[in-house]
């Protein structure tokens, strides 16, 4: 039987080819892995893009539909006939529940539980995918910061940065903000109530003396602020301001004050209250100044916290449910409370009684204006507030897609007058973030 031929090559080097393969997977791994990876993160970019551009649609096609919800308000809500029958409405008691049928898909729903009517055939409107959440407020509600910049004669009742101060004093009053004005600010410095009202007031209006805080307006004292100091100098407006942002280049104004107090406040609209959506620190402001001589002691002292702003505060509470039409209902209201307490309230507490809201007191006040035989006057509704329908409103809408939430503020006035007689109506503000 012939021998096999012995292998020329030694066993031994058998083990190149096994070295070889394992150092070309060692060379080819980092590159597959990096690929693998890239390409994982380029498809979720183009995931995040989609979700971000349908997002920003759906944000556009809310804001669209507010459109429609204003000219609800101007042809149906707005007209005498529609108020004479239904009563006064706004907007903004009905928008939230009306825009949810076409944000979620439970939105038709909560609409039909609301009204009592079946829905469901309106759930085909809502998205099939994502969501969004629609928040509208009248602007005339807020405190319009610009009018500190209108300050009246001595002479003369209506007085708005006056009035303005007084409303943002009150504001500020509760021991709950104390520690606002009890830490360092950035600057190194502590800045009062006081300080930061005549600060904000200074800031605002058109002259160079400092504002006075007992004759609520600019008295003979020169303004003496350190703002071309800084590192990064600027110049007082000194003027009306184009948003509410601005007021943190206020000194002693920092993200914890505007936190706390700037969703009351607002640079669009007028200088008048409108006591359908007013705080309840407007509201009361505005009882203090029109009160009866009888019941002027409710609104003096300690009691202008115990009585005028409970009184305030039940108000609007009740307004929910009926807006004023006239300054005379606001009066009769605030006059008797106990005879306009809410039906809901009334039917939640049939069984249980000790439920039933506390009524405060009613406080006397006057619609119009007066002089008195002294040369003095005393002050009316009509002076400081109003009850007119609103004009101007804030859209906020808060859009998720995927894993993308978008959120837009658009301030829209309805009396703003368009170009070429083409209707009124126009956004004034709109930032998306």
């Given amino acids: 039987m012939a021998k096999r031929k012995r292998s020329k090559h030694p066993s031994g080097q058998h083990g190149v080819a096994v070295l070889m393969v394992l150092a070309c997977l060692a060379i080819i791994a980092p590159f597959t892995a990096t690929f693998n990876y890239q390409a994982r993160v380029d498809f979720q970019s183009a995931i995040n893009l989609r979700d971000e551009v349908a997002a ?19 042809m149906v809500f707005n007209q005498r006939q ?17 825009m949810s049928v076409f944000g979620t898909r439970d939105g038709a729903e909560g609409l039909g539980a609301l009204v009592g009517l ?29 009018c500190m910049a209108v300050q009246a004669k001595a002479d003369d009742a209506d007085n708005p940065a006056g009035r303005v101060t007084e409303t943002l004093e009150a504001l500020m009053l509760p021991t709950l903000y104390d520690p606002f004005f009890e830490e360092e600010k950035a600057d190194g410095q502590f800045y009062t ?30 303004e003496d602020y350190r703002y071309q100091q800084l590192f990064d100098p600027y110049t007082p407006r000194n003027a009306r301001l184009d948003s509410v942002d601005e007021l ?28 359908n959506f007013a705080s309840a620190e407007q509201i009361a402001l505005v009882i203090r100044h029109s009160v ?19 009184l305030a505060n039940w108000l609007m509470e009740q307004r929910e ?9 606001f009066k009769t209201m605030i006059a008797e409370p106990d005879q306009f307490l809410s039906p809901l309230a009334a039917l939640s507490s049939v069984e249980q009684p000790q439920n039933l809201p506390r009524v405060p007191q009613g ?15 005393w002050g009316g509704l009509e002076d400081l507030a109003t009850v007119a329908p609103e004009t101007m409103y804030r859209v906020e809408v808060i859009t998720e897609f995927g894993a993308v939430a978008k959120r837009v503020v658009g301030v829209y006035d309805m009396a703003y007058s368009r170009a070429n007689s083409q209707g009124k109506g126009a956004w004034l503000y709109i930032r998306e973030e």
């Avoid at 920003?56 to 101007?74: N, P």
């Fill in 56 to 74: 920003r649609q759906v944000q556009r096609g809310a804001m669209s539909l507010s459109l429609l919800l204003f000219e609800i308000q101007r």
């Fill in 193 to 222: 109530r006081s300080d930061i009202l005549i600060a904000l007031a200074d800031y605002i209006d058109d002259d160079r003396n400092a504002f006075d805080l007992v004759k609520l307006r600019s008295g003979s004292r020169q």
């Fill in 363 to 377: 406080i006397e006040v006057r619609v119009k204006g007066g002089d008195r035989e002294d040369g003095s006057r």
């Fill in 118 to 146: 079946n829905t469901s055939a309106l759930q085909d409107l809502a998205l099939f995918e994502g969501s969004f959440e629609y928040r509208v407020t009248a602007e005339s509600g807020k405190i319009n910061i610009n």
């Fill in 292 to 310: 009866a001589a009888d019941d002027k002691w409710k609104t003096e002292g300690e009691n202008f916290l115990l009585m005028t702003l409970p």
């Fill in 82 to 98: 529609f108020r004479d029958m239904m009563g006064t409405m706004d907007i903004t008691q009905v928008a939230p529940y009306l």
């Fill in 321 to 329: 449910y009926s807006l004023f039409s006239k300054l005379e209902d």
């Fill in 248 to 275: 943190q280049l206020v000194q002693g104004i920092d993200d914890d004050w505007m936190a706390a107090f700037g969703h009351e406040l607002t640079v669009y609209g007028g200088c008048k209250v409108n006591l």
